[in-house]
């Protein structure tokens, strides 16, 4: 039997034999670099990220590797990544109708693990997937140290300038742009400051937190010495000094303009806010300022939906492009022609009810008549698939209530809502001498009439 060659990534494979030599398992991984890291670190990395020879960003995610250790730092990233993933996404066709077989696939932990790396490259600049081939839909992160953007290449080795090229290779995936650095590049600096700051108000706290003790002796009493030595040996091991009496002694502890520690806590919040500006956009939708209220609150929460709904925009077109839908074909999943991923509509109750009332005074105030489309899209209101048909016979039952039928039956008998007409008055019957009364008064007025209107001479 003939063996098949089959293109998976930069190696070829027999059928189904053999099992595809993924390019992640041919990595040299080598650990973080957990060095000390300062500013002189940071601006090293970035002039050798941004080298127009021979770039290089490994230092720079290295420094990035350490960055993500601080606490607030990882907060911030994980607030503005469950915005995106807590959100109900679904696939349509054509029409705009949900495909329901694909639910199952969304649902999945892997392809919410594929919307966590595509939100993670605007954190980090740059994000890589390699695609199992398989049955079920599965990826391998490439690790950001081996991605070469600048000349499209997966290297081996982290340092090295050639590779395994991804460029239109089908089940590689490598989300961010070349000269994109992430977010991270900007919180780097307050990260390192913030990292300093908290070491010295450790040792602030260490140095200041407990009394000290202190205790004089004569200069020329070297007995008293030694016994005052054990004794404060003895006592604890918080800071203790001894100074002989002739010393001239002050000791300068910063208390104070600094004795509560609020320098450094000031710091602390000042990078804080600097870093949840740069991750999210505001400060108080994470943290709480001493002049913030209602009103602040409410406007920062305005900028942090902003800020959600272009990472929204973002993911949908990520997804929709034409590199991961030719993926998702791979795996036999149900794509149909002119479908696309979408968001589902979340509703503010608060907002539509004052939509409902703008809605109202157009409609009533100004008479300007309100398509069912703009309802149903406004509202979020689910439109029948029978919708033409109900529409059709509520236009029927508006044209009866208007113009009702007329029984043949009974001609006289009135229209809804309209009064019943008198009944005529019978005719009486007459006898011989009233009718011959009757003619006679009849003749008289007739000979009256042609009297007056007789013609002239």
Known sequence: MAKKKIKTGIVTKTSSTTTPKLVVNQLNLISADRSRKDIGTFKDALQSAEMIEFPQRVKLYNLYEDVMLDGHVTGIISKRLDAVLNKKLRYVNAAGKRVDEFDKTIKSIAFRNIIKEIMLSIIWGIRGMEFIPGEKLTFAKIPVRHIKPEVQMIVIEQ?????????????????????DFGLLLKCAPYAIYKRGNMADWAQYIELFGQPVRIVKYDAYDEKTKIELREVLDEAGSSLALMVPKQADFEMMDGKQSNGTGELQERFKIALDAEMSVIILGNTETTTSSKSSGYAQSKEHGKQQLEVT?????????MLNS????????????PVVEGGSFEYEREI???????????????????KTPLSDDYVYETYGIPKPDNYDELKAKQEEQRQAAMNPPVSEADPNKPAPGKPKPKAKPKAKDLSADEKTNAESFINWIRNQLADFFDPAP
């Open 159 to 179: 340092y090295d300038e050639k590779g395994i090229p991804y460029a239109g290779v089908s089940n590689l995936w490598v989300v961010g742009e070349k000269d």
């Open 309 to 317: 709904k272009s990472d929204l925009e973002f993911v949908v077109n």
């Open 322 to 333: 034409d590199h991961f839908i030719r993926i998702l074909k791979s795996y036999s999943l």
């Open 348 to 366: 503010d109750l608060a907002e539509l009810a004052q939509r409902v009332a703008i809605d109202k005074e157009i409609a009533v105030s100004l």
